[in-house]
């Protein structure tokens, strides 16, 4: 069972431009709504993350936007970089109550000249 | 050392053979993760230690997987008898104690052949 649905899997953006992506969970229980950004041959990096009782979050040129009530989540990246080129995963997990995470199947973003 | 540090990088296995894949956490860090991470997927979550104790072992997918952390520092994760579905890249975790957004290692890609 998928519990975390993650759209779109590709998504190609000009430089400069607005990237986002999509995710949606089924388990209210999740409490903790972090986004990874991970580079062919790495492991997933934190990228930014949010907890339910807040709507939105920014870092930089990176926002979490979060609709408790419908149960989704975005990702916002501005003015996009090539050097952003990367998949991005959303994930969600039931905090202190449960620490792992259930992750997206992810998004594989490119950024073009 | 800085990071969550895996070993080795890559295996290649015949199917049938037992293999074994190290994590050295960061340290001091309480807490341990494997997730199993397939081609073009998300990671999916294997099993979680909190020091020496292995709190959870819901995501291991047969009793052909096993993880041991007997200090609580370096980790194993040891798979009998092969199979061509187990080849995916395994990656490690670690998080200090109450910290939900945790560091991962860039992985071990095990092949079965």
């Known amino acids: 069972q998928q519990q975390v649905k993650q759209s779109p899997q590709s998504l190609i953006v000009q430089k400069g431009g607005i990237s986002i992506i999509n995710c949606a969970y089924e388990n209210t229980a999740f409490d903790y709504f972090p986004w990874y950004q991970q580079f062919p041959g790495k492991g997933p990096a934190l990228l930014i993350a949010?907890?339910?009782?807040?709507s939105e979050k920014k870092e930089g040129r990176f926002t979490i936007s979060f609709n408790k009530s419908a149960k989704q989540f975005s990702l916002h990246i501005m003015d996009s970089q090539p050097g952003d080129s990367a998949t991005y995963f959303c994930?969600?997990?039931?905090?202190?109550?449960?620490?792992?995470?259930?992750f997206g199947t992810g998004t594989r973003l490119t950024i073009i000249p | 050392g800085a990071g969550v540090s895996q070993s080795p990088r890559y295996k290649v296995a015949k199917r049938g053979q037992d293999v074994a894949l190290r994590c050295d956490p960061i340290s001091g860090h309480v807490s341990l993760f494997w997730y199993q991470q397939a081609l073009g997927q998300g990671p999916e979550f294997l099993t979680y230690?909190?020091?020496?104790?292995?709190?959870?072992k819901s995501g291991l997918p047969s009793d052909r997987f096993f993880a041991e952390r007997p200090e609580g520092s370096v980790s194993t994760l040891k798979i009998q008898r092969t199979q061509q579905e187990d080849s995916a890249v395994y990656l490690c975790?670690?998080?200090?104690?109450?910290?939900?957004?945790?560091?991962f290692g860039s992985g071990t890609r095990l092949t079965v052949v």
């Open positions: 230690f909190q020091n020496e104790a292995q709190l959870d």
């Open positions: 949010i907890r339910p009782d807040v």
């Open positions: 975790a670690s998080s200090p104690t109450g910290v939900l957004s945790y560091t």
């Open positions: 994930a969600a997990s039931m905090g202190k109550r449960n620490e792992k995470l259930t």
